[in-house]
T-cell receptor, first 109, second 114 residues
C-alpha cells in the first residue's frame, strides 16, 4: 500500500460544477499537508495548505480529518483553467515529504 | 527571477555515463529537496538538506546517486553509470523550516538515457 493514495481519475466535469478529491495517508505521525497543482509538463505549484479546522481560498476549500487520515479538496464553480493534476502531500516533522500520484481534472465547456 | 532554478533543463546521455544536475534554491530558503518524477506518478522523494546537512536519503536510492549542498546554498545531484531506468524528470524544491513545509519547485531537469 502506498503511503499517500489518491484516486487517479480522470474527473471530467462541466464548467461551473463542484468537484471534490480525497487523499488518504498512512503515516499517523504526519504533521503538515498541502495540495499542489501540476500542469502538463510543468513543475508542481503550491495551491494551498490544509488545516484541521478547514481552510478556504476563493473557490477552493481544503479539509483535514486526522482521525480517518484523509485530506480533501473541494473546487466550486469549476473553470476551464482548473484543468490540471492535483497532488496531495504529507510532511513529517523531520521534513520528509511524500506525494500522492495525483488526480487529473478536466473541466469542459 | 527569484524562484528556484535548475540547470540543465534537458540532458540526453548514453547508458553508463555520469551526469550532474544543479539546483539554485530561493536565496533565503534553508531546506532543499530533490525528487524524481515519471509520467503518471507524483514526485518521488530522493533526499533533502537543511542548510548543508543531508538529513534524509530515500532507501530507494541506489549508491549511484549522490547529492551535495556544500555551502548551504546551491545543490548538485550526480548520477553515476546511468541506466535507462533513470530517465525521468528531476525536480528540486526549496522551503523555509519556519514555513511548515511549503515547498517551491524549480522547472526540473529532464533526463533521457539512451
Amino acid at each position: 500500500r502506498k503511503e499517500v493514495e489518491q484516486d487517479p481519475g480522470p474527473f471530467n466535469v462541466p464548467e461551473g460544477a463542484t468537484v471534490a478529491f480525497n487523499c488518504t495517508y498512512s503515516n499517523s505521525a504526519s504533521q503538515s499537508f498541502f495540495w499542489y497543482r501540476q500542469d502538463c509538463r510543468k513543475e508542481p505549484k503550491l495551491l494551498m495548505s490544509v488545516y484541521s479546522s478547514g481552510n478556504e481560498d476563493g473557490r477552493f476549500t481544503a479539509q483535514l480529518n486526522r482521525a480517518s487520515q484523509y485530506i480533501s479538496l473541494l473546487i466550486r464553480d469549476s473553470k476551464l483553467s482548473d484543468s490540471a493534476t492535483y497532488l496531495c502531500v504529507e510532511n513529517t516533522n523531520a521534513g520528509k515529504s511524500t506525494f500522492g500520484d495525483g488526480t487529473t481534472l478536466t473541466v469542459k465547456p | 527571477d527569484t524562484g528556484v532554478s535548475q540547470d540543465p533543463r534537458h540532458k540526453i546521455t548514453k547508458r553508463g555515463q555520469n551526469v550532474t544536475f544543479r539546483c539554485d534554491p530561493i536565496s533565503e530558503h534553508n531546506r532543499l529537496y530533490w525528487y524524481r518524477q515519471t509520467l503518471g506518478q507524483g514526485p518521488e522523494f530522493l533526499t533533502y538538506f537543511q542548510n548543508e546537512a543531508q538529513l534524509e536519503k530515500s532507501r530507494l536510492l541506489s549508491d549511484r546517486f549522490s547529492a551535495e549542498r556544500p555551502k548551504g546554498s546551491f545543490s548538485t545531484l550526480e548520477i553515476q553509470r546511468t541506466e535507462q531506468g533513470d530517465s525521468a524528470m528531476y525536480l528540486c524544491a526549496s522551503s523555509l523550516v519556519s514555513s511548515g513545509g511549503e515547498q517551491f519547485f524549480g522547472p526540473g531537469t529532464r533526463l533521457t538515457v539512451l
